[in-house]
């Protein structure tokens, strides 16, 4: 008999070994997941919130881990020229972009709205060279009944942080 109690307390001991083991390792594993999902990115606005009727619209500006989304600037003045407009809307992409740590240079994307598809040379000429040695993707297209705002062109674009 005493070999079967001595079997009983091995296993015990060995039962009580190993939950201790797999407790603490459930527990580490629970708390890693729960510090990844806190390391998780979140995102941030940074730019101002266009409202509607004193109801939040869309955010100029949004950050999210390393990446910066911008939304649609617009050239909203005179004169009502393209390449004076295309030069306001690159001017405010750029502002946005040093206020949030990131630079024309570090833009991904970028996509271009004409509210005329007859500017596009000349648009070109003034977007030509303004994001750096290696240019951002762009998609262009214009618009059916214009840009909002009157402006002859708007952009918005992503890019990223530092």
Same mark, same amino acid.
């Given at each position: 008999?005493?070999?079967?109690?001595?079997?009983?307390?091995?296993?015990?001991? %060995?039962?009580?070994?190993?939950?201790?083991?797999?407790?603490?390792?459930?527990?580490?594993?629970?708390?890693?997941?729960?510090?990844?999902?806190?390391?998780?990115?979140?995102?941030?606005?940074?730019?101002?919130?266009?409202?509607? #009727?004193?109801?939040?619209?869309?955010?100029?500006?949004?950050?999210?881990?390393?990446? %910066?989304?911008?939304?649609?600037?617009?050239?909203?003045?005179?004169?009502?020229?393209?390449?004076?407009?295309?030069?306001?809307?690159?001017?405010?992409?750029?502002?946005?972009?040093?206020?949030?740590?990131?630079?024309?240079? #570090?833009?991904?994307?970028?996509?271009?709205?004409?509210?005329?598809?007859?500017?596009?040379?000349?648009?070109?000429?003034?977007?030509?060279?303004?994001?750096?040695?290696?240019?951002?993707?762009?998609?262009?297209?214009?618009?059916?009944?214009?840009?909002?705002?009157?402006? %002859?062109?708007?952009?918005?674009?992503?890019?990223? %942080?530092?």
């Amino acid at each position: 008999m005493e070999d079967k109690t001595t079997r009983r307390a091995s296993f015990k001991k %060995l039962g009580m070994g190993l939950a201790a083991i797999f407790g603490v390792g459930t527990v580490n594993a629970m708390s890693k997941k729960s510090e990844e999902k806190s390391a998780k990115p979140k995102k941030e606005v940074v730019g101002e919130i266009v409202t509607d #009727q004193d109801i939040p619209l869309f955010s100029g500006a949004v950050k999210h881990g390393n990446t %910066l989304y911008i939304a649609g600037k617009g050239a909203h003045t005179e004169p009502f020229e393209i390449k004076a407009h295309t030069e306001i809307v690159l001017k405010e992409l750029e502002r946005e972009l040093k206020a949030n740590g990131s630079s024309m240079e #570090q833009v991904l994307k970028v996509n271009v709205y004409l509210a005329d598809l007859g500017d596009y040379k000349a648009m070109n000429e003034v977007f030509r060279g303004r994001f750096g040695k290696n240019p951002p993707v762009r998609t262009t297209v214009a618009t059916y009944g214009g840009v909002p705002g009157d402006s %002859l062109v708007e952009m918005d674009c992503i890019a990223a %942080l530092d």
